[in-house]
């Protein structure tokens, strides 16, 4: 049971760099999101979709960018990667509406940006 | 802004011991409160609370509403090394756009 699946565990980038996070789910759920973990802080919400096609911005989407062209998949992707995006990357999803069907979260990836 | 303040953020106890974490909240139009336990890598699902007073138990932990106080505990009785772990308590508003989380309560169990 694979649940949501995100890639790569790890990443290095400089300063600049782009690059994109990947995240799949085969639970055919509809809701999806991304948060992000810095130590200390919690989780904070970067962005989130409802359902194929539909995405929108969460509390910290400033620096991110994401799609959702299928039920399945819903990449994030970094542009010109800043050091203050050095943080754990956790992806999610829900059946429904979040507090009634609980998140199910993957594994994280794990970002630094020197 | 929707808010979920935890305490202790963090808390070091022998094992055998029973430890209680709080969570109070600020959420616009609330619906439910969850716990989380995060270890190593990503949170996993503890409880999902809609109702005051009702406590939900699962083996040595359980958790309790409080919908007029604003807030959540969650105990741990008889606890183990395993229990070691970050606990995370979030709460859900009226919209689409996910959880508010708390910072979380680091707990060490020590042998």
């Known amino acids: 049971n694979a649940g949501v699946t995100q890639t790569p565990k790890f990443r290095i980038l400089k300063i600049g760099q782009s690059m994109t996070l990947q995240c799949t789910q085969d639970?055919?759920?509809?809701?999806m999101y991304w948060y992000r973990q810095d130590p200390g802080m919690g989780l904070k919400l970067i962005y989130y979709?409802?359902?194929?096609?539909?995405?929108d911005k969460g509390e910290v989407p400033n620096g991110y960018n994401v799609s959702r062209s299928t039920t399945e998949d819903f990449p994030l992707r970094l542009e010109l990667a800043a050091p203050s995006q050095t943080s754990v990357y956790f992806c999610?999803?829900?059946?429904?509406?979040?507090?009634?069907?609980?998140?199910?979260f993957g594994n994280g990836t794990r970002l630094t940006v020197t | 802004e929707d808010k979920v303040v935890q305490s202790p953020l963090s808390l070091v106890v022998h094992e055998g011991d029973t430890v209680t974490l709080n969570c109070s909240y600020e959420v616009t139009n609330f619906r439910s409160l969850l716990w989380y336990k995060q270890e190593k890598k990503a949170p996993t699902f503890l409880f999902m609370l809609?109702?005051?007073?009702i406590e939900k138990k699962s083996g040595r932990l359980s958790s309790i509403l409080d919908k007029k106080e604003l807030f959540s505990i969650l105990n741990i009785t008889a606890t183990q090394t395993g229990d070691s772990a970050i606990y995370l308590c979030?709460?859900?508003?009226?919209?689409?756009?996910?959880?508010?989380f708390g910072k979380g309560t680091h707990l060490i169990i020590q042998p």
């Open positions: 999610a999803s829900s059946a429904g509406v979040t507090g009634f069907s609980p998140l199910h």
């Open positions: 979709s409802v359902g194929a096609g539909i995405t």
């Open positions: 979030a709460g859900l508003g009226g919209g689409a756009d996910g959880l508010t």
């Open positions: 809609t109702s005051s007073g």
């Open positions: 639970m055919n759920h509809n809701y």
